[in-house]
């Protein structure tokens, strides 16, 4: 079976000031796939998510979403479709500092889903157990360690249960076994469907990754998974 696009730069450059950032960069993602992104602090990966995200204006070429092209789409669209579609993972994780765990979940739920109230207390109880995070959740996000803030970071993502996810650096603070299980959510979304693309310099994405692509330059370059990473 053809997997089916849903989101797809075509020669996309962008540049800030002087600094050639993206230079007609090509790249479709796929339902089902997992597409990770490396290269050198600066290149332009964060950048490269944000355009994908629709936050990011570019300077030329075209976005397309199942093959319409959107890139004259207007600031309220843009937003509409990222509510409906996208979830992010961010580095610095975006969460509410002085409100506990389970309040998070909360008002992230209610602020980027519709689901209702029920659904909101179901999903959370369960996706707690999952991550095995249920004695934390009454704990306010400004005292938990680093690494199990980035883990409700990935759950939230979880939670919110779009078709893409944006994932930059999303285990940089977390020990190997967290990071197992969590490259198994990522397989099980994958089985579902989603897609996601994972900036990250870590090589342990490797094995799951559809496609690896090297941005150096403002040039965006597909891995030879046969050869030298
Ligand atoms: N709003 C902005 N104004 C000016 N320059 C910017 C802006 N955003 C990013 N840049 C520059 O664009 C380049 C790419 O930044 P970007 O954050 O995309 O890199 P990155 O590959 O994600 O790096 P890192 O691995 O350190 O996160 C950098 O040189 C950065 O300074
Ligand atoms: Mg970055």
Same mark, same amino acid.
């Not at 490269?48 to 979403?65: F, K, M, R, T, V």
């Not at 496609?211 to 150096?216: A, K, M, Q, T």
């Given at each position: 079976?053809?997997?089916?696009?849903?989101?797809?730069?075509?020669?996309?450059?962008?540049?800030?000031?002087?600094?050639?950032?993206?230079?007609?960069?090509?790249?479709?993602?796929?339902?089902?796939?997992?597409?990770?992104?490396?290269?050198?602090?600066? $290149?332009?990966?964060?950048?490269?998510?944000?355009?994908?995200?629709?936050?990011? #204006?570019?300077?030329?070429?075209?976005?397309?979403?199942? $093959?319409?092209?959107?890139?004259?789409?207007?600031?309220?669209?843009?937003?509409?479709?990222?509510?409906?579609?996208?979830?992010?993972?961010?580095?610095? /994780?975006?969460?509410?500092?002085?409100?506990?765990?389970?309040?998070?979940?909360?008002?992230?739920?209610?602020?980027?889903?519709?689901?209702?109230?029920? $659904?909101?207390?179901?999903?959370?109880?369960? /996706?707690?157990?999952?991550?095995?995070?249920?004695?934390?959740?009454?704990?306010?996000?400004?005292?938990?360690?680093?690494? $199990?803030?980035?883990?409700?970071?990935?759950?939230?993502?979880?939670?919110?249960?779009?078709?893409?996810?944006?994932?930059?650096? #999303?285990?940089?603070?977390?020990?190997?076994?967290?990071?197992?299980?969590?490259?198994?959510?990522?397989?099980?979304?994958?089985?579902?469907?989603?897609?996601?693309?994972?900036?990250?310099?870590?090589?342990?994405?490797?094995?799951?990754?559809?496609?690896?692509?090297?941005?150096?330059?403002?040039?965006?370059?597909?891995?030879?998974?046969?050869?030298?990473?």
């Amino acid at each position: 079976m053809m997997k089916e696009t849903i989101i797809r730069l075509n020669k996309v450059s962008k540049k800030y000031h002087d600094k050639v950032v993206l230079s007609n960069v090509d790249l479709a993602l796929k339902h089902g796939e997992l597409i990770l992104i490396k290269g050198d602090s600066g $290149e332009g990966k964060s950048t490269l998510l944000n355009i994908l995200a629709l936050l990011e #204006p570019i300077d030329s070429g075209d976005i397309y979403w199942q $093959e319409k092209n959107i890139s004259q789409l207007d600031i309220k669209g843009k937003k509409r479709l990222r509510k409906v579609n996208m979830s992010f993972i961010f580095q610095d /994780y975006n969460l509410f500092e002085d409100l506990t765990l389970e309040e998070n979940l909360k008002v992230f739920l209610r602020l980027s889903t519709n689901k209702k109230e029920d $659904e909101i207390e179901a999903d959370i109880h369960t /996706y707690l157990k999952k991550f095995k995070m249920e004695d934390r959740k009454s704990i306010f996000i400004k005292l938990l360690s680093g690494g $199990e803030r980035q883990r409700i970071a990935i759950m939230r993502a979880f939670l919110a249960n779009k078709s893409i996810i944006f994932a930059d650096e #999303p285990t940089a603070n977390i020990d190997e076994e967290n990071k197992k299980m969590i490259v198994n959510y990522f397989k099980e979304w994958k089985r579902e469907g989603k897609v996601i693309l994972l900036v990250s310099h870590d090589d342990f994405y490797d094995d799951i990754a559809d496609d690896i692509y090297r941005l150096h330059k403002g040039n965006l370059s597909k891995v030879n998974r046969g050869g030298v990473k």
